[in-house]
């Protein structure tokens, strides 16, 4: 006898907090019109600067329908990550801040294993159904899967934030075409605090839950190529690759609790870094030190950008 959706879903949470996930929330696959209203109004404002690729085929990223006929549930992840707080120096001497993200393993690489084996464990239940995952590499709008599934809301940093682990998580989803029960949206939390847009040095948050990526600390040192403007480079505040501001004075990181996943825990080595260290550091040795890394994405060439502007911009 075929298992109940009520039943089918209580296993596959199970199975997915048994994987190690933080949490998981699910929701019905359907075309979320508000938030691509939300996204074609950003990408009209000309705030995903550089990233062509958030403009390509808008309509996949909104629609599951788009990227897996006969989607029916779509299955959102969590899994936390904060590796601890940022390693001081001392003695006049600072470290290139490097964000907590990064510190440890790609995260890619690690939720998408786990969602692999969510996969094969729901396809062994449900005999013939059709699934698809995504980690950040598809056209899948996942702050936006994760508020409707209840993981978490859309904070007013663009983040999303938990009760239980604040903002620092990583989602993953898996779009499939069984049919599951549904949980209520998050609510959000966010009240009249401000903290985030009033703490980025760059006024990139322009308004709550409106961030220009043009302006971001995060979008600079990653994913921009060629030179930083000075006004913008002498706001960076000492970061090197990505940036923390907005999560580290939201109230609700006071939850986080130290990852217990050994992959996000931090290489010493490489948080532990001068601006002028970076500056020198060999295509080689960079290839080394940040192999399975997210800190690959920005490029040795970037990297080495970014200390050399942070040394030129030293106070």
């Known amino acids: ?5 009520r039943t089918l879903t209580e296993l596959l949470k199970q199975k997915a ?33 550089t990233m062509e690729w958030m403009a390509r085929n808008p309509e996949r990223r909104a629609n599951p329908l788009e990227v897996l006929h006969g989607a029916r549930s779509v299955v959102s992840v969590a899994l936390d990550y904060f590796p601890g707080d940022q390693p001081e120096a001392g003695q006049g001497k600072a470290y290139a801040k490097i964000s907590r993200y990064a510190w440890g393993d790609d995260y890619h690489e690690v939720v998408a294993e786990r969602l ?10 449900v005999p013939g159904i059709i699934s698809r995952i995504y980690v950040d590499t598809g ?7 994760a508020a409707r599934s209840g993981i978490g809301w859309l904070g ?7 009760r239980e682990f604040g903002s620092y998580v990583f989602l993953g989803e898996l779009i499939t075409t069984v049919e599951l029960e549904y949980d209520a949206p998050a609510l959000d939390h966010c009240g009249n605090c401000n903290r985030c ?18 302006k971001c600390i995060s979008y600079l040192t990653i994913e921009h190529r060629g030179d930083i403007p000075d006004e913008l480079a002498d706001k960076f505040d000492g970061w090197m690759y990505g940036c923390d501001i907005c999560q580290e004075v939201c109230p609700w990181n006071r939850f986080a609790k130290m990852t217990q996943e050994p992959a996000f825990r931090a290489r010493e080595q490489n948080v532990t870094l001068t601006a002028a260290e ?11 030190r940040f192999n399975k890394s997210p800190v690959k994405r920005t490029k040795h060439s970037g990297f080495v950008r970014n200390a ?4 030129a911009h030293r106070k």
């Open 139 to 145: 056209p899948v709008m996942e702050k936006a899967w």
């Open 17 to 49: 907090l048994a994987l190690g996930f933080s949490k998981v929330g699910i929701a019905s696959a359907v075309n979320l019109q508000g938030e691509y209203a939300h996204l074609m109004e950003w990408i009209s404002r000309g705030y995903n600067a």
């Open 116 to 125: 692999r084996e969510l996969e094969v464990w729901l396809s062994d239940m």
């Open 308 to 311: 050399r502007v942070l040394l």
């Open 278 to 288: 970076a500056a020198e550091i060999g295509k080689e040795e960079f290839q080394r």
């Open 156 to 162: 007013k940093h663009t983040n999303v934030i938990t």
């Open 197 to 214: 847009l009033e703490a980025c040095p760059t006024g990139a948050i322009v308004e709550p839950c409106v961030l220009d990526s043009s």
């Open 1 to 5: 006898m075929p298992l109940s959706a």
